[in-house]
């Protein structure tokens, strides 16, 4: 039989020698290919921890979200009373002997809405109109008062916690 013949490169080698760089070379390959398989775990871990943490912190928007708002319906349907004692201390004339007991309700009313979030909005002539919290019922010319500000007040809006209830109904003036 004959031996096979090296190359001028290749080192003799005896067989057990050459089985043994191959055997490390073996665990080098498979070393390399469980650290990649480790990092890429790692990044995996990494991803699925910054989802759990993301989810995390939009459910706790939710429920906050939900318990300041959990009461909007209530409050809604509060506005109309505001709105009917305030038409009834408008019309009351001073000697009323009702006047003071209503005007007491809408006092306790105002506070106890307020420690829930409500808060008014009563634009008063002159301010600038803003579309985000009053709705224009009309265009009007008035003197004195500067284009695009609100001349008259028809009706209080109402915000809860910052987001808008009820819009202020108000005119509006326009240039002369």
């Known amino acids: 039989m004959t031996q096979p013949q090296h190359d001028?490169?290749?080192?003799?080698?005896?067989?057990?020698?050459?089985?043994?760089?191959?055997?490390?070379?073996q665990l080098a390959e498979q070393v390399e290919l469980l650290s990649a398989e480790l990092e890429q775990l790692r990044a995996q871990v990494l991803l699925e921890r910054a989802d759990l943490e993301n989810q995390?912190?939009?459910?706790?928007?939710?429920?906050?979200?939900?318990?300041?708002?959990?009461?909007?319906?209530?409050?809604?349907?509060?506005?109309p009373v505001f709105d009917a004692?305030?038409?009834?201390?408008?019309?009351?004339?001073?000697?009323?002997?009702?006047?003071?007991?209503?005007?007491?309700t809408l006092r306790e009313l105002t506070r106890a809405t307020e420690s829930n979030g409500l808060a008014t909005l009563a634009p008063a002539p002159g301010d600038p109109f803003n579309p985000e919290h009053h709705q224009a019922m009309s265009i009007v010319e008035v003197p004195g008062v500067p284009?695009?500000?609100?001349?008259?007040?028809?009706?209080?809006?109402?915000?809860?916690?910052?987001?808008?209830?009820?819009?202020?109904?108000?005119?509006?003036a326009k240039a002369d």
């Not at 001028?8 to 070379?25: I, R």
């Open 8 to 25: 001028a490169q290749t080192p003799n080698l005896p067989e057990d020698e050459a089985a043994e760089v191959s055997v490390e070379q």
């Open 56 to 79: 995390r912190k939009r459910l706790a928007r939710e429920v906050d979200s939900a318990r300041r708002f959990a009461n909007e319906r209530l409050l809604a349907a509060l506005v």
């Open 85 to 104: 004692l305030e038409a009834g201390l408008a019309n009351a004339s001073e000697t009323d002997p009702l006047r003071s007991g209503v005007e007491l």
């Open 147 to 172: 284009p695009g500000a609100v001349a008259q007040v028809f009706q209080k809006g109402y915000l809860l916690n910052e987001r808008l209830l009820r819009p202020a109904m108000v005119v509006v």
